[in-house]
């Protein structure tokens, strides 16, 4: 049976604590590895933020498992891949360590450039509302509108769905290559790929879980591409 070093995360000192999220991400390990035929050789717990450029600096038990997997020549397992970093360049820098990651959410066939765009999915969804915001904010400003005006509500309103439609299209293209790769394993239907997007733990552009009409809304963006 082949080995794997275990990581798990939490972001706060009370999570870690309370031991809250924790045994979550023992549970879908253990699972994992059972159905893979994988044994858990060693575990790593950090309770530490995964933000910040000098992140990695900041968690020595990251930085532990890589040295244990790279010895043993055996991956590092998460639960998810938030427990590793939403960050595209913390990710990035991961992939050159010479050490193999597998999340367990997204099953033991996600390749390394598949894990940079579930990452880039999840840089993404943490920036959409505050850049729609503050796209919006500066809108208004440059055309004018005094914020707050009940009079420019209407000019207001329509330049916030002016952004809204940009971010969707550039939302939808990234997540794209994901449907190309569903469509190619054989799902076509609209339940099947949002089910086949749901379990690989992609999220909507607006952190949900994916449905049948929000697979139809993103085909019909991007129908043209597919």
């Known amino acids: 049976m082949n080995s794997a070093v275990a990581y798990y995360r939490v972001s706060t000192q009370r999570q870690g604590r309370s031991g809250l999220g924790l045994e979550a991400q023992r549970t879908a390990i253990a699972r994992f590895a059972e ?34 997997a790279r010895q043993a020549k055996c991956p590092v397992v998460v639960a998810k891949l938030d427990r590793l970093s939403r960050d595209v360049a913390f990710i990035s820098g991961l992939m050159v360590q010479r050490v193999a990651f597998i999340v ?34 500066a809108s208004r400003k440059q055309s004018g509108t005094r914020l707050g005006n009940p009079r420019n509500t209407a000019d207001a309103a329509a330049k916030g769905r002016e952004v809204s439609i940009r971010e969707a299209q550039r939302f939808a293209e990234t997540v794209l290559p994901i449907v190309h790769a569903i469509q190619h394993s054989g799902v076509t239907s609209l339940r099947g790929i949002a089910t086949a997007l749901n379990n690989r733990g992609v999220r909507t552009a607006r952190g949900g879980r994916w449905q049948v009409s929000n697979v139809r809304n993103l085909i019909s963006r991007i129908g043209d591409q597919l």
């Open 104 to 137: 367990a959410e997204l099953g033991s066939d996600a390749d390394p450039f598949m894990l940079h765009l579930y990452a880039a999915l999840a840089e993404k969804e943490r920036r959409l509302i505050s850049e729609r915001t503050r796209a919006a904010l």
């Open 35 to 68: 159905a893979e035929g994988l044994t858990i050789a060693h575990e790593f717990t950090e309770v530490e933020t995964g933000k910040g450029a000098d992140a990695l600096d900041r968690r020595p038990q990251l930085a532990a498992a890589l040295a244990t």
